[in-house]
């Protein structure tokens, strides 16, 4: 059987991956790329301590965010696209205009 602490430094490693990715990527689609990989991180705590503590309590948040994630997901790909047809780019630093 794997220890927990394999498991808790995988996830510190992804979430530590996905913040230097939301933090130095411009590009909104890495950005929202990054934000999957941080709750996917969280998710792998969730379940490992759940199957360390014999609960089902964290099975049940990790489908919750799940679906938050995919509900990120499909609302930030509709504002890329909406904001890519009004300024005609990704990167983060050039989308800064709120005219309709």
Do not use: Q, W
């Not at 890495?30 to 199957?51: R, Y």
């Amino acid at each position: 059987m794997i220890p927990l602490h394999y498991y808790l430094i995988l996830a510190a490693m992804l979430f530590m991956i996905g913040m230097t990715g939301f933090l130095v990527r411009r590009n909104f689609l890495t950005v929202l790329m990054s934000i999957e990989l941080m709750l996917n991180a969280v998710n792998i705590n969730f379940v490992a301590f759940a199957h360390y503590m014999d609960s089902m309590t964290g099975r049940i948040y990790v489908f919750f965010i799940m679906t938050v994630a995919a509900a990120e997901a499909a609302i930030g790909l509709a504002i890329l696209i909406s904001a890519y047809r009004n300024t005609k780019t990704t990167f983060v630093d050039e989308m800064n205009s709120l005219k309709g």
